[in-house]
């Protein structure tokens, strides 16, 4: 989950909360299109 987070721009610092639904969603965008870029362009 905190992988998600940091891809949706939550910087994980001291004393700041949990991440919220809203960065957990950019996040899951975020994988969505690398995961769109891998299937188009492959692997090299």
């Given at each position: ?13 001291t ?7 809203t960065v ?16 188009a362009?492959g692997?090299?």
């Amino acid at each position: 989950m905190l992988v998600l987070a940091q891809l949706g721009g939550y910087l994980n610092k001291t004393g700041q909360g949990p991440p919220g639904s809203t960065v957990i969603w950019r996040g899951l965008r975020r994988l969505q299109a690398y995961r769109e870029a891998y299937i188009a362009f492959g692997t090299g």
